[in-house]
């Protein structure tokens, strides 16, 4: 590890470094203290969270499982306001995308928000991954999706109310034909929203798309050998 020049430690006095998922501090220029980066826990590499929607079945991929460290950051980039945690999550998600080798987007996009529903956070927590895993990739990122309906919030709805509550929730927008587009998320449980969303997409006219998240929640992912045989791209691909 480098190490940190005179100024780089004055500097570190006032601006000491914090650990994104549990906020402890940390050796300069860190960002994980030892037990957090010891309790993630990676989503398998090849593992890919199956959902389907409409007949159309999905693979969402993660960085992540939702338990421990991870759970910790969710919380404190969602409800403690800390913005921080977003742009590691970003990278996290840029790191997943390159061991994929199947998965080429040319664009990086997002789950929305209506406006209003989170009015006390500022900032919309996909958006910020999003914009943070672009940034790493190389590549721009763009609001290809609108939120056209209010919906109830999907943490205390069950798996077939999640499905209903955000049917026809979502519209595309801007140019989206003919792109290959890495749609993000923070954490992933039924899936039902980044399935629409997709769905959404595909029949706006997107060449492929690739649903990711920070974490994934619920049981195994199945693992699938063949990264080659998704549903992501259109039918004439």
Known sequence: MR??????????????????????????????????????????????????????????????????????????FKFGRKIRPGKFMGEAVADRVKTAPTVQPDVVTYIPVAYGD?????????EVIAESAARHLGIPVK?????????????????????????????????VKGRSIL???DVVTTGSTLAECVRVLLNA???AVWPIAYAAAGGQPRVDRDEKAEYNETPDQ
């Open 205 to 207: 006219g997107a060449k």
């Open 118 to 126: 989170h009015p006390t956070r500022g900032y919309n927590t996909a």
């Open 183 to 185: 749609l993000v998320d």
């Open 3 to 76: 190490v940190p020049t005179w100024q780089e430690k004055v500097i570190g006095v006032f601006y000491p470094s914090t650990c994104y998922c549990c906020g402890d501090l940390v050796n300069w220029g860190g960002h994980l203290c030892s037990v957090c980066e010891e309790s993630l826990r990676y989503y398998r590499t090849k593992g890919v969270k199956k959902v389907s929607r409409n007949g159309l079945k999905c693979s969402v991929r993660a960085c992540y499982y939702y338990q421990e460290a991870a759970q910790l950051a969710i919380r404190r």
């Open 143 to 175: 609001p290809l999706l609108r939120k056209a309906l209010l919906t109830r919030s999907q943490h205390s709805l069950s798996a077939s109310s999640r499905k209903q509550n955000v049917e026809n929730a979502y519209v595309a927008r801007g140019s």
